[in-house]
C-alpha cells in the first residue's frame, strides 16, 4: 500500500530545513588567535607549546607529530612535551559542528649541548651557546662560522662584517665558499626574539699565505746548559744526590743536542765565574738551560744558591742569585731561557734584606720549574743505593720526550704528586712566559749565525779539552799508560795502567797523586824485584796542562773546607788488576759519602734552621 504524505507535513519539513539552513548561518567559523612558537632548548627540557582558538561551543584539540601521528595525551589547548630530538608538531582544533582549523606547523629544536651555561631563572630570552672563532684563512678556501643559542621563541640571526649587515645571511650557519683576500674582517652575530637582542664575540677572519698558516717548527742556533752541584759543604750539612743528578741529567741533555758544562761542589766564586763564561756562550737564537742541584732559598721572591764556602748562618751576600742568572740570559736574547732548580725555597731569617735587582723584562720565552712550592722544602730520596733528588728523578724520565717544556714539566709535576714519599711536602711550581711551542727537542739549525758559533765552538772545545794518552818508561823496563776521563767538566779521572811489565819485575801495580793547586800528576809504580824479592817503588810525573774549564781561569784561589776542584782534582788509581765496577761508577763511589739512609727516608735538601735561626740579627 503506498504511503501519501499530506501538505501540512511536507510544510513541516520544509520549514525545519529552512530552520536548520538559519542555525548553520548564525555559527562562526574558527579562529585562532594565537599559533604556538617555535622553540630552540636544551635537550630534555620541558617544553610547553599553547594554543588558543575562538568558535561557537566546545572546541576541542589534537596535536599531531610532522609523521601525521597524533601525539598520546595531546588534546588539550596546552601541550608539554620533554625535547629529547628535533621535532615538528601542529595542533587541529574542532567544533560540535564537525568544523576544523589547523595552526601553523613549529619545530621544537634540541641542542645536545654540554654544560650550556642556562639561567637560573631563564625566560626564553636568547642565551648563546656557540659563538664564531677567529680562524686563519688561506685565499680561495671555504671558511665556516658558526653561532647557536637557546630561545623561546626560537631566535633569529642576522651575521655581519665589519659592522654592516649582510644580506641573507640569517641562519645559524655562515659560509664562504672560496675566500678572497677581501673576506677578511671581523665578523659577528645578532641573536635575537621579541624578549631581547644579544650579540657573540666578534671573530677575525685572516686570509693568510701557507707559510702563515703553518709556521715552520721552532729552531735554535744553538744549545748549551750549566748544571752545578752542590753537596760537599764546608759549615752546612752534606748533600748526596746532586752528583748523581748532575751526571744523568748532562748526559741526557746531550742527547737533546746540548753542549754541556757541568760542575761539582762551587764556592760562590766559582759559581759566578762558571756563569759568566756560560752566559758568553748565549746569544741570540740559543737554547740556554741552567740548572742547580743543592741547598738553597727563597726570599721576598727570588731565589739564592748556597755556595759550598757559605758560612753560618748565610745571608744573600754569600749567595748566587737565581733572577740576576735569568736577567742575564734575557739580555743575550735567547730564543728559549730555562731555569730548573732542585733546591729548598724555605727562609728563617724574615729579618735579612734581600738583594737589589731589576725585574725580568717581558721578553717572553722563560721557563722557571721549581722543585718545589713557595716556602716549601725539596727531598733527595734513596732508591736501592742510588740516591737522587725526587724532582730531578722525575725531570730526568720526560726530559727527552717531544714536548713543549711546559708540558714535560707538567708531566713531571704530576708524577711527583703521586709519589708517596712527598706526598703533602713537596710540589713542583712551573712559571713561564712562553709565547712558542719550543720544546728542548727543537733541531739546531746555524744558518746566518755561522761567526757566532765558530766562537762558542771554539770555547767549548776548550773547556772539554782533555790530555792526550800517554806512555810513561820506567828503569825498570816497566811501561804504564796513563789516560783520562771526565766525570764532570770540573773532575778528571785519571787512570794509570801497567802495559808492559820489566825482565825483573813482578806483581806490578800503579798509584796516582796531586798536590793540591797542582795539575802535576805523580805516578808511582810498585814492583817486586823477581831476584832479591824486594818491594820497590818508582816514579815519574805527568804535567796534564790546564784541561777541561781550567781553560777557562776559573778557581784561580785555593778553597777550604769543600771538595777541591779541577786545580785539585780528584785521581783513581787503577792497576791492571780487574774490577767488576765501571770507571765511572768507581768514581762516583769515590765522590759520595757512604749511603747511610734507607729508601724511605727522606732527606730536606735545605731543611736547616739553625743556619738562619729567626733570632739572628744581621749588623
Not at 62 to 74: D, K, L, P
Not at 186 to 208: F, P, Q
Not at 229 to 258: C, I, K, R, S, W
Not at 469 to 476: A, D, E, G, V
Request: charged share 25%.
Amino acid at each position: 500500500m503506498a504511503m501519501q504524505v499530506s501538505q501540512n507535513e511536507e510544510d513541516h519539513a520544509v520549514m525545519s530545513e529552512n530552520k536548520s539552513k538559519l542555525l548553520r548561518n548564525m555559527i562562526k567559523d574558527i579562529a585562532i588567535v594565537r599559533h604556538p612558537v617555535s622553540v630552540c632548548v636544551p635537550v630534555n627540557y620541558e617544553v610547553v607549546m599553547s594554543v588558543r582558538a575562538e568558535g561557537t561551543g566546545i572546541l576541542s584539540y589534537q596535536w599531531f607529530t610532522e609523521n601525521e601521528q597524533e601525539v598520546i595525551g595531546g588534546t588539550q589547548a596546552d601541550l608539554k612535551v620533554k625535547a629529547q630530538q628535533n621535532q615538528l608538531y601542529v595542533c587541529r582544533v574542532n567544533d560540535q559542528f564537525c568544523n576544523c582549523v589547523f595552526s601553523d606547523w613549529v619545530r621544537v629544536k634540541v641542542l645536545d649541548i654540554v654544560k650550556p651555561g642556562m639561567p637560573r631563572e631563564w625566560q626564553g630570552e636568547p642565551h648563546i651557546v656557540i659563538s664564531p672563532q677567529s680562524q686563519k684563512v688561506k685565499v680561495g678556501h671555504r671558511v665556516t662560522l658558526r653561532c647557536a643559542a637557546f630561545g623561546s621563541p626560537a631566535p633569529h640571526y642576522q651575521w655581519y662584517r665589519n659592522g654592516l649587515p649582510l644580506q641573507d645571511k640569517n641562519s645559524e650557519t655562515f659560509e664562504l665558499e672560496q675566500t678572497t683576500a677581501d673576506d677578511g674582517g671581523t665578523y659577528l652575530c645578532s641573536v635575537s626574539n621579541v624578549l631581547e637582542e644579544r650579540w657573540t664575540e666578534a671573530a677575525d677572519i685572516r686570509i693568510v699565505t701557507t707559510d702563515e698558516l703553518h709556521p715552520p717548527t721552532p729552531t735554535a742556533t744553538d744549545k748549551v746548559a750549566l748544571l752545578i752541584g752542590n753537596l760537599n759543604y764546608a759549615h752546612h750539612p752534606g748533600l748526596l744526590a746532586p752528583t748523581m743528578d748532575v751526571h744523568e741529567l748532562g748526559n741526557l741533555l746531550q742527547q737533546l743536542g746540548f753542549r754541556v758544562v757541568s760542575l761539582i761542589d762551587l764556592t760562590k766564586e766559582d759559581m759566578n765565574a762558571a756563569i759568566d763564561k756560560f752566559l758568553d756562550l748565549l746569544d741570540r737564537g740559543v737554547y740556554g738551560l741552567f740548572y742547580y742541584a743543592g741547598h738553597g732559598y727563597e726570599h721576598s721572591g727570588r731565589n739564592y744558591l748556597v755556595a759550598v764556602d757559605a758560612p753560618q748562618p748565610y745571608r744573600p751576600d754569600n749567595c748566587v742569585c737565581v733572577q740576576r742568572i735569568m736577567l742575564r740570559m734575557q739580555e743575550k736574547q735567547t730564543a728559549l731561557s730555562v731555569v730548573l732548580l732542585d733546591t729548598c725555597r724555605k727562609w728563617y731569617n724574615k729579618t735579612c734584606a734581600a738583594s737589589e735587582i731589576m725585574a725580568l723584562g717581558p721578553s717572553g720565552n722563560t721557563v722557571y720549574g721549581y722543585a718545589t712550592c713557595e716556602d716549601a722544602e725539596a727531598f733527595e730520596v734513596q732508591d736501592g743505593g742510588k740516591s737522587t733528588g725526587i724532582f730531578t728523578k722525575y725531570l730526568n724520565k720526560h726530559i727527552l720526550e717531544n714536548r713543549k717544556v711546559t708540558h714535560v714539566l707538567e708531566q713531571v709535576s704530576e708524577d711527583l704528586g703521586l709519589d708517596p714519599l712527598v706526598t703533602g711536602k713537596q710540589a713542583v711550581e712551573i712559571k713561564h712566559t712562553l709565547k712558542e711551542p719550543r720544546s728542548l727537542t727543537d733541531r739546531i739549525r746555524t744558518t746566518g749565525h755561522t761567526r757566532e758559533l765558530h766562537l762558542r765552538d771554539t770555547c767549548w772545545r776548550q773547556a772539554n779539552a782533555l790530555p792526550g794518552k800517554t806512555r810513561l818508561s820506567f828503569p825498570c823496563g816497566v811501561k804504564v799508560e796513563v789516560s783520562f776521563s771526565a766525570l764532570f767538566s770540573n773532575v778528571l779521572v785519571v787512570f794509570g795502567t801497567v802495559k808492559n811489565t820489566g825482565p825483573k819485575t813482578q806483581d806490578c801495580s800503579v798509584t796516582l797523586s796531586s798536590k793540591p793547586g797542582s795539575l802535576v800528576i805523580n805516578v808511582d809504580l810498585h814492583y817486586t824485584h823477581v831476584d832479591s824479592k824486594l818491594r820497590l817503588k818508582e816514579s815519574q810525573q805527568k804535567d796534564i796542562g790546564r784541561p777541561l774549564v781550567a781553560s777557562w781561569g776559573l778557581y784561580k784561589k785555593q778553597h777550604t773546607g769543600a771538595a777541591k776542584m779541577l786545580d785539585a782534582a780528584p785521581t783513581r788509581s787503577l792497576d791492571n788488576v780487574s774490577s767488576s765496577k765501571s770507571p765511572v761508577q768507581q768514581t762516583l763511589d769515590y765522590q759520595c759519602r757512604p749511603f747511610t739512609r734507607k729508601a724511605e727516608v727522606i732527606a730536606a735538601r735545605s731543611k736547616e734552621p739553625e743556619e738562619n735561626d729567626e733570632n739572628e740579627h744581621w749588623k
